[in-house]
């Protein structure tokens, strides 16, 4: 372990260029799986039987609770039903949800009521936990919300999701809206193991058996205190087909020494490197504003469009409810002139209102550097300025959401 700092980083580009390279290769693989492509490359993942049995027989529990105390955990699939999952037990009777389906669909507030009603076994009423992607408890909840669903009436004791940016207001919105707290999940699908959002702390902490560092985005050298790359390995005995090693994950963290009893190391994600802004020149990171504190600021103005999304669903009439903000972040330098340009698209025609315009920009740039320290702190330096350019709507054509893997 303490060699390991010395070991270079490795890329998804140089897996890419040699696959056969970095898999073992007495090994055959048994599972393959693959990345979501956000990131414009898809990485095929190899998994060996010896792995998928050490998996298997590690985390088999061998006191299995009673029925009336074993949780049912709603795992609930709607934009990626066709993902291959490395199959593991689970700590609970697992129920699949399918929101593709309009059976089921027609069915969601029966399962929320009484969840153990669908698991194998004596239906005795137990806890229950919703886990799924952010964007499929957002189709979730405006589905019950359209049929006027009594949320009191859901035995749901907990929500827990992966994959999108959880904003304090949509933390809010969910709290509220089921009566039960959410716990943010971060993973990457080349990685077995998850990073959690503790109880006790509310920081984010690595599974035991993954092995976390950070380093600069820049130099690669490592970081104890303050932001950073995330990079992961992950060794046998749950690892053996395809071993990732100082794997870079692209994402920026923040990470800290923590008070807490159930790890010290704790970290909060600040999403994607290429979708966060840099100042050149800036010492550290170089980062002065991060893709989740920009989203996190930004979605709490009602004024600003989002996307529409999963149009298919019949049964939802506003589907920019499911999209993501429209906006756009770049950084214009010339001359040794920085400035930080953010496009957003609004909900109305600007011009049209162009007092209701300009307190909108006012009061976003104020939202935007009370989020960031570094960006406030560069501004009132004179290293930078922010200009903030509002848009109709229908300007924005195209958004990638993906803050996070």
């Known amino acids: 372990m303490a ?7 490795l890329k998804k580009s140089d897996i890419l260029m040699r696959p056969e390279a970095f898999r073992h290769i007495s090994m ?13 490359q898809i990485l095929h993942v190899h998994r060996s039987k010896e792995e998928l049995a050490a998996i298997e027989s590690f985390f088999s529990k061998s006191d299995e609770p009673t029925d009336k105390t074993t949780p049912v955990i709603i795992s609930i699939l709607g934009s990626t039903t066709d993902a291959i ?18 059976t089921w669909r027609s069915r969601i ?3 929320v009521r009484a969840p153990w009603e669908y698991v194998e076994g004596t239906h005795h009423a137990r806890p229950a936990v919703i886990v799924g992607l952010e964007s499929d408890l957002r189709v979730l909840t405006a589905l019950l919300r359209e049929c006027s669903f009594d949320f009191s009436s859901a035995s749901i004791s907990s929500l827990i999701t992966s994959g999108d940016v ?3 207001r949509l933390r809010r919105y969910y709290e509220s809206t089921w009566r039960a707290p959410l716990f943010d999940q971060y993973g990457l ?5 998850s990073c959690n959002q503790c109880g006790v702390c509310g920081h984010l902490h690595p599974d035991p058996h993954v092995i976390m560092e950070v380093v600069n985005p820049i130099s690669s050298e490592p970081v104890s205190d303050g932001v950073g790359i995330a990079v992961f390995t992950t060794l046998a005995p749950f690892v053996q087909c395809q071993p990732f090693i100082r794997y870079w994950s692209g994402d920026l963290v923040e990470i800290s020494e923590v008070s807490c009893p159930v790890d010290l190391l704790g970290f909060r994600l600040l999403g994607r490197l290429y979708k966060s802004v840099s100042l050149p020149g800036l010492t ?3 980062i002065v ?13 009602s004024e600003i469009a989002s996307s529409g999304m999963f149009k298919w669903l019949w049964e939802i009439k506003d589907h920019s409810q499911l999209g993501h903000l429209k906006f756009d972040l770049r950084m214009d330098s010339d001359r040794g002139s920085h400035t930080l340009v953010a496009t957003i698209e609004t909900r109305f025609t600007p011009h049209l209102y162009p007092e209701q315009s300009e307190s909108l920009k006012f009061r976003i740039r104020d939202a935007l550097c009370k989020r960031s320290g570094s960006l406030r702190e560069s501004i009132q330096a004179g290293h930078m300025s922010l200009r903030i350019n509002l848009k109709p709507p229908g300007s924005i054509d195209s958004f990638m959401p993906d803050m996070v893997e």
């Open 85 to 102: 999952q490395t199959p593991a037990p689970a700590v609970g009777q697992v129920f699949r949800l399918n929101l593709r389906d309009p």
């Open 28 to 40: 055959e693989p048994h599972l393959i799986q693959h990345t979501s492509g956000t990131s414009g």
């Open 166 to 168: 959880i904003t304090r």
């Open 109 to 111: 507030q029966d399962v």
């Open 189 to 193: 699908s080349e990685i077995f193991g």
């Open 289 to 301: 504003l991060s893709a989740i504190e920009a989203y996190d600021a930004l979605d709490d103005f």
């Open 284 to 286: 550290g990171s170089g």
């Open 3 to 9: 060699q390991l700092p010395s070991l270079p980083i």
